[in-house]
């Protein structure tokens, strides 16, 4: 079952590049209006019970989570109005590698040579996507760097959702995050002196699309999967979105690829996906390891 619901998750969250590109309004308004529906969708969902029994470690990770999340869909948003769909999309499904780094950092589940070997595979097809876009503009070149820095963002996302989601339902801690997300994302627009009135007339209908498809039946899957699986296998599922963003940008909004931006993207997915199935190997011999350990000394 978790594994079909992430299969669903991946589609859905893809389509954010589509509605993303359809907003004529500034990306300081899709990302705010997208966490402020979501957040609105889920009220009649959550366990105002729950919601307030929450101890103060927890609502501390939560505010962070919703800080980073709010901070990806900025960076992430603002890099499509750089590069191509794909290029944003592939950088972004690069998370994977972040996450096991912090699995490694805060978890202690070290990668072994052989996947650090893939990782190097996959940091080699990123930079070729990204020598891709050098011939197409610095702009291009830039839309990668925010994406890089998305990606990142999303990474810490998924593992404080890791470790939060084993104590707090999907609905409380979605509703807790985006809310958070929603009012980091609001500063933002003042910052930058966004006239929300105006987007929201304008774009209103992105909004929801967004609010119910990449975020409700995509994020909120994902975050629903995260108390039964680890983000790890959360983030290898959404390898797949860089597949996806590749098919939508071509047929969608006529984005080219090169031969060099496919070989990248392709050298990218199967050094992650590569380095992933050999880090679950690691993390199970690790496992088994400390077994062992513990029933000898006993």
Do not use: C
């Amino acid at each position: 079952m978790p594994y079909f619901t992430l299969f669903m998750a991946l589609f859905f969250i893809s389509t954010s590049a589509i509605f993303v590109k359809w907003a004529d309004t500034p990306i300081e308004a899709v990302a705010f209006f997208r966490m402020l529906f979501s957040t609105f969708l889920l009220l009649p969902l959550i366990q105002v019970k729950e919601l307030f029994s929450l101890s103060s470690s927890t609502i501390r990770h939560m505010i962070l989570s919703g800080v980073l999340l709010a901070g990806h869909f900025w960076l992430w948003f603002l890099s499509l109005d750089y590069t191509t769909v794909a290029s944003s999309t592939l950088f972004v499904t690069a998370s994977p590698i972040f996450v096991l780094v912090g699995n490694a950092v805060f978890f202690k589940q070290h990668p072994s040579r052989k996947a650090l070997f893939f990782v190097g595979v996959a940091l080699l097809g990123g930079g070729l996507v990204a020598y891709g876009d050098i011939a197409v503009g610095t702009r291009a070149l830039i839309g990668d760097g925010l994406a890089l820095l998305a990606t990142i963002l999303v990474a810490g996302y998924w593992l404080l959702g890791q470790h939060v989601r084993t104590s707090v339902s999907t609905n409380t801690y979605s509703f807790a995050v985006y809310a958070v997300a929603s009012v980091v994302l609001l500063l933002f627009s003042l910052i930058q002196s966004v006239d929300l009135v105006s987007a929201f007339q304008t774009d209103w209908l992105i909004y929801v699309l967004l609010a119910i498809f990449p975020t409700l039946l995509g994020h909120n899957l994902f975050n629903w999967a995260l108390s039964r699986v680890s983000a790890s296998i959360v983030s290898i599922t959404i390898l797949g979105e860089a597949v996806w963003g590749m098919i939508f940008g071509y047929f969608l909004f006529q984005e080219s690829l090169t031969w060099i931006q496919i070989t990248g993207a392709a050298l990218l997915l199967i050094g992650i996906g590569l380095f992933l199935r050999r880090n679950e190997k690691d993390i199970r011999a690790q496992l088994v390891a400390r077994e062992t350990a513990t029933s000898v000394s006993e």
